[in-house]
């Protein structure tokens, strides 16, 4: 079975995009995450100064959380992340970020945090007593958390930064921007007659479009855009672009034809049945079963583990310190953080969601470097999607496209 990277390369044309690139970031990472793959990247460079104060704090954060939660009992204990704090990198507010954004939030936390806070997380011993009461220490927490993951990222997507240029042609912003308004062809015959603030924004927005063809540039698309408006064929341009686009979108959600697994049996139209080698640790056998069983079903379809011992099968791989992630859509190593308890709501989700891979679903979401800002964006196409957000689930999206895959 021919193999594709999952993770952003999933989603990338392998032609446009040949150099190497990070092989799977999940957006939502963690910091237990990002500490791991920083250990394993291992780069020497320096760092941009910004970069390295707010790694420097979260680093010391997450001692500070340690010393902590040692005097605590587990239901007392302070925790950063939980189901509910999930609220997924929607794309109409995507996450942007550079050194000139992490240096703005270490300036914001050096304002907002207490004196005493700020004086632990640059060294001073840590107290037998929060400076704050619990729910104020977790809030302020969080925003040194969430900027030593910007930061962490930031340094680990760096070396990469041609590959991530070279992404922004997969930036689908702007096909969305008339797909969720339900615009057509015939609606820009009335494109004179819209006001000048949204003229502007159906102008950049078909600049974005064109984009999505790799061999075009900012400038020859706002040509094209400004060529088309002076001979009144925008709805002609329109068209002419959206067939890119919509390809462009599809193959973030849609199941590559080498990536269908040929050892699933869909012959019964209500169960998908997976063959998955035995965990040899019996306690990894409901830890998978029950969570992929539970996430993967929809009305009375359902997907179902078959255990066995498969010499070209799907298996359970635990290493200290990876990052999650599966060796290809429709890849049979789902290798998990054996450091990160499974009992955690992170790894329950994460063998969901990275089991999704090995039945050939790629992530549905993006990240690129954008020159015009000079910063890196990413986005999920639907945060209530299982493989696009740890904020979503299984949904019929999901079920229908298994059952095109598969279905016999």
């Not at 990536?259 to 409901?286: C, E, G, L, Q, Y």
């Not at 910063?375 to 059952?403: H, P, T």
């Amino acid at each position: 079975m021919k193999k594709v990277l999952t993770g952003l390369l999933a989603t990338l044309s392998l032609a446009a995009f040949a150099e190497k690139a990070p092989v799977h970031l999940d957006l939502e990472m963690t910091s237990l995450e990002y500490r791991g793959l920083l250990k394993e990247m291992n780069q020497k460079d320096v760092d941009d100064p910004a970069v390295a104060l707010a790694l420097k704090l979260g680093e010391r954060l997450q001692k500070w959380l340690a010393d902590e939660n040692a005097r605590r009992s587990p239901s007392t204990a302070l925790r950063l992340t939980s189901p509910g704090t999930r609220r997924g990198i929607p794309i109409e507010t995507p996450s942007i970020y550079s050194e000139k954004t992490i240096q703005a939030t270490n300036d914001k936390l050096a304002k907002e945090l207490p004196a005493d806070m700020m004086a632990v997380l640059n060294g001073a011993a840590f107290p037998t007593q929060l400076p704050v009461d619990d729910a104020e220490f977790v809030r302020l927490a969080r925003l040194v958390d969430r900027n030593y993951q910007s930061a962490a990222r930031f340094k680990s997507l760096k070396p990469y930064m041609s590959y991530y240029v070279r992404a922004k042609s997969k930036d689908v912003r702007s096909y969305y921007f008339f797909k969720k308004d339900g615009w057509t062809t015939a609606r820009f015959a009335d494109f004179s007659q819209l006001p000048e603030t949204q003229k502007v924004a159906v102008r950049e927005n078909l600049a974005g479009m064109c984009l999505n063809d790799a061999f075009s540039s900012y400038n020859s698309c706002t040509k094209k855009v400004a060529k088309a408006e002076a001979a009144g064929t925008l709805g002609e341009l329109y068209a002419t672009l959206s067939a890119t686009s919509v390809r462009v979108w599809n193959e973030f959600f849609d199941i590559p034809s080498d990536a269908v697994r040929t050892d699933v049996d869909h012959t019964d139209p209500n169960v998908m049945k997976v063959p998955f080698n035995t965990p040899s640790i019996a306690k990894f056998i409901p830890y998978l079963q029950d969570n992929v069983e539970d996430e993967f079903r929809f009305g009375t379809w359902g997907l179902k583990i078959i255990y066995g011992t498969y010499a070209d099968g799907p298996m359970l791989k635990f290493e200290p310190g990876v990052v999650p992630h599966v060796n290809g859509l429709g890849g049979n190593e789902i290798v998990m953080d054996s450091n990160q308890p499974i009992e955690e709501y992170e790894s329950q989700w994460t063998i969901r969601h990275e089991f999704g891979h090995v039945i050939g679903l790629p992530d549905c979401y993006h990240e690129f470097y954008d020159s015009q800002l000079g910063a890196f964006v990413n986005y999920q196409l639907d945060v209530k999607d299982l493989m696009c957000s740890r904020a979503g689930n299984m949904d019929e999206r999901i079920a229908l496209e298994l059952q095109r895959a598969y279905r016999k």
